[in-house]
């Protein structure tokens, strides 16, 4: 069964307004968890890893103020497209890695987000 | 950061054939490993590779490691219609990223 698990799996929401996905580890705790955007036909984009307790180390082009990151707990961190727009329609994907760096990372089964 | 390189960027094949997929980085790794992914799905985990290993093997799928080249290849031999699907390899990195490659689009023909 899974591991990690993403919710809400697809998600519409009107331009101008927030959504938050959830990716929660369910039998581990996960220090480090990796968000990925993905577009149709393409590979996944690393866009951020949050560290439980601190904060999200972004990627190169990825705006913080736009994507909001918080890892709260070893079990669950959260990603908010703020103020969403047509254009950040996309397929988002959580990662978390069980125990240090090196060890297994599982996948969530992605979200499905569409800004109308 | 998008570092890995699939090659080739899509493959088409018989059923039966075998079908070879190469991904190249360029940072030193912890270890390397290979997934699927359905249209619109997520990520299937196929086989990790550690960066002490050379070869690998899991059912029909075989995987090899060259670091000095910076290079894996997956073999999926004797091909089926339910292989059809895109394949990612992603690099466990050093500084604790995980970095997926662009993929390989393989498509089995009957």
């Known amino acids: 069964g899974a591991v990690v698990s993403q919710h809400p799996s697809r998600v519409i929401c009107k331009s101008g307004t927030s959504v938050k996905i959830e990716c929660r580890s369910l039998d581990f705790q996960a220090t480090t968890m990796f968000w990925y955007r993905q577009f149709p036909k393409k590979s996944l984009m690393l866009m951020a890893t949050s560290n439980e307790g601190s904060k999200a180390t972004y990627e190169q082009g990825v705006e913080k103020d736009k994507f909001l990151i918080n890892h709260a707990s070893l079990t669950l961190s959260t990603l908010t497209v703020t103020s969403a727009h047509p254009e950040d329609s996309s397929f988002y994907i959580c990662?978390?890695?069980?125990?240090?760096?090196?060890?297994?990372?599982?996948f969530g089964e992605g979200s499905w987000l569409t800004v109308v | 950061s998008q570092q890995g390189e699939e090659d080739p960027q899509a493959l088409s094949i018989q059923e039966g054939e075998n079908a070879t997929m190469n991904c190249s980085y360029k940072t030193s790794i912890n270890n390397l490993q290979w997934y699927r992914q359905n249209s619109g799905r997520g990520l299937v985990h196929l086989i990790l590779i550690r960066s002490n290993e050379r070869e690998k093997h899991s059912g029909r799928l075989r995987v090899t490691l060259d670091t000095s080249k910076k290079s894996s290849s997956l073999l999926i031999t004797a091909s089926r219609a339910a292989d059809t699907a895109s394949y990612f390899c992603?690099?466990?990195?050093?500084?604790?990223?995980?970095?997926f490659g662009k993929g390989t689009r393989l498509h089995i023909l009957p």
């Open positions: 990662s978390a890695r069980r125990g240090s760096s090196g060890n297994t990372i599982y």
């Open positions: 992603a690099t466990d990195e050093r500084d604790d990223k995980i970095i």
